[in-house]
């Protein structure tokens, strides 16, 4: 068996991905916060039980024939963002506050490492339980 595709480390995986592309997302905000009529934007959060119902369910496809085409499991591509306005729109039409997208990115940041460092240990718990 494959150590990254085993449940836990894909969900851990797919969740670092989901972050590290919200934090894109947020730095763009930052970096726009004076474009007249930019509306700040933000990823639809992950859901729990869809993520759970992927992973317990096989989540990824399998070729049975050279023929057929390969799909990756990941779902880096299926994260969706949409228009999260921060404040009301300035009178240029702006709508980012530069201390809640900080906030966020804060946020994001702290996820981040909580999930590294989860993947990290449980990788280490896996090379321990081989005998590594």
Do not use: C
């Not at 851990?12 to 474009?35: E, G, K």
């Not at 049975?64 to 591509?77: D, G, Q």
């Not at 300035?90 to 980012?96: F, H």
């Amino acid at each position: 068996m494959n150590l990254p595709d085993m449940p836990l480390f894909s969900m851990l995986r797919d969740r670092m991905t989901w972050l590290h592309q919200r934090q894109d997302l947020l730095s763009q905000n930052v970096a726009n916060a004076d474009t007249p009529g930019y509306v700040a934007r933000d990823l639809k959060p992950l859901n729990f039980d869809d993520a759970m119902r992927n992973t317990t369910s096989g989540g990824s496809l399998i070729t049975t024939n050279a023929r057929h085409i390969a799909l990756s499991s990941s779902t880096s591509s299926a994260f969706e963002d949409r228009a999260a306005p921060d404040t009301e729109s300035s009178p240029n039409g702006n709508a980012v506050s530069l201390e809640m997208e900080m906030i966020k990115v804060s946020d994001t940041q702290a996820q981040f490492q909580a999930a590294s460092n989860l993947y990290a240990k449980a990788m280490t718990m896996m090379k321990t339980a081989i005998g590594h």
